[in-house]
C-alpha cells in the first residue's frame, strides 16, 4: 500500500517516521519546509500539494489540528481528493467533529473514495515506539485494508464501528481526562489547605484506588492544573466543547462527567 501522510507535528511525525521504516512506499507533504527536514534521511518522497500527494497514494492519513483544517486540506482546489485515485482511503487521524468525517465522506464517495475516522491516544513517544492506541470508524473492509499500516505506528487498534465512532469515543476519553483534572487538582488543594504535602499526597494515591493518569499529569503540585492549561487548555476546551455539541444533537445528558468537565476548563480559564 502507498501512503501518503500530512500533519508532520509532535505527533504526526513519528507516525510518519514508523510507517516509512515499515517498508510502506511514503509521500509527505507539510505547509512549512521545516517539518519536511528531519525525513531527509529517510527514503519518503515529497509533494508540492495535498493532490499531488494523494496521486501517488492508495491511503492518505491525515494528522492536522483541527475540523478546519481537516476539510481545507481534503477539499481545497488541491486537496486530497483532487488527486486521489478511486478505491483510495482517507484516514483522519486528527480528533473532529463526528460529522467532518461524514460530510467529508459524502463528498469522498461521489470520487469511489472511502473515509475512516482513526484517532490516536498516547503521545509522541507512543508513536515512536509503535504503541499509540488507535481508535477506528469505518466499514469493516475499508478498515483491515489500513490495519497493516496502523500497526506499524500502533498497538491496540480497536474498531469501534460505523464511521464517525472513534471520534466520538476520543472525545469522550478527553471528557472524562479534563473532569479528573479538576477533581485531582481541586483534591491537591484541600489537601494542602488541611495540612498535607501534595508531591507526598500524590505519592500515597498513585498506589491507591483513587489514582488517575490525570493525577499524576500534574506532576505532585498545586500549579500542575496552570501549567498544563498553558499548554493544552485550548484543546481541552475545543474537545470538551465538541462532545458536547455530538450530545445536545443527540439529545444525550452530559451529566456529572460533563459538568465536572466544565468546572475544570474555569479553572483552566479556558471556559466551554
Not at 529517510?42 to 481537516?70: F, I
Not at 483532487?82 to 461524514?102: E, F, M, N, Q, Y
Not at 490495519?147 to 498497538?155: L, Q
Not at 491496540?156 to 476520543?170: D, E, N, R, Y
Request: with cysteine; hydrophobic share 50%.
Amino acid at each position: 500500500m502507498d501512503v501518503g501522510f500530512i500533519g508532520l507535528g509532535s505527533q504526526g511525525a513519528p507516525m510518519a517516521r514508523r510507517i516509512v521504516e515499515a517498508g510502506f512506499p511514503t509521500t509527505l507533504w507539510a505547509r512549512r519546509a521545516v517539518s519536511l527536514e528531519p525525513f531527509a534521511d529517510t527514503a519518503a518522497s515529497v509533494a508540492e500539494s495535498p493532490a499531488e500527494l494523494a496521486a501517488a497514494s492508495d491511503l492518505v492519513c491525515l494528522c492536522v489540528v483541527g475540523d478546519a483544517d481537516v476539510v481545507d486540506v481534503v477539499t481545497g482546489d488541491s486537496g486530497v481528493l483532487a488527486g486521489l485515485k478511486p478505491g483510495g482511503v482517507i484516514a483522519v487521524h486528527s480528533t473532529v467533529h463526528p460529522a467532518t468525517c461524514r460530510e467529508l465522506a459524502e463528498k469522498a464517495d461521489a470520487q469511489g473514495v472511502s473515509v475512516i475516522d482513526a484517532p490516536v491516544s498516547g503521545g509522541a513517544p507512543a508513536a515512536a515506539e509503535g504503541k499509540l492506541l488507535v481508535m477506528v470508524g469505518g466499514e469493516d473492509e475499508v478498515v483491515e485494508r489500513c490495519r497493516p499500516v496502523f500497526a506499524s505506528y500502533a498497538d491496540p487498534i480497536v474498531h469501534l464501528g460505523a464511521l464517525g465512532s472513534g471520534q466520538t469515543t476520543k472525545l469522550l476519553n478527553n471528557l472524562l481526562f479534563t473532569a479528573n483534572l479538576g477533581t485531582a487538582a481541586t483534591m491537591l488543594a484541600l489537601g494542602e489547605a488541611l495540612g498535607v504535602r501534595p508531591g507526598r499526597l500524590t505519592e500515597v494515591i498513585s498506589r491507591g484506588s483513587g489514582n488517575s493518569f490525570a493525577l499524576n499529569v500534574l506532576g505532585g503540585d498545586t500549579a500542575g492544573l496552570a501549567r498544563l492549561a498553558a499548554m493544552a487548555g485550548s484543546l481541552l476546551q475545543k474537545d470538551v466543547r465538541l462532545i458536547a455539541d455530538v450530545a445536545d444533537t443527540a439529545n444525550a445528558a452530559g451529566g456529572v462527567v460533563l459538568d465536572t468537565a466544565d468546572a475544570t476548563l474555569v479553572l483552566m480559564e479556558h471556559p466551554r
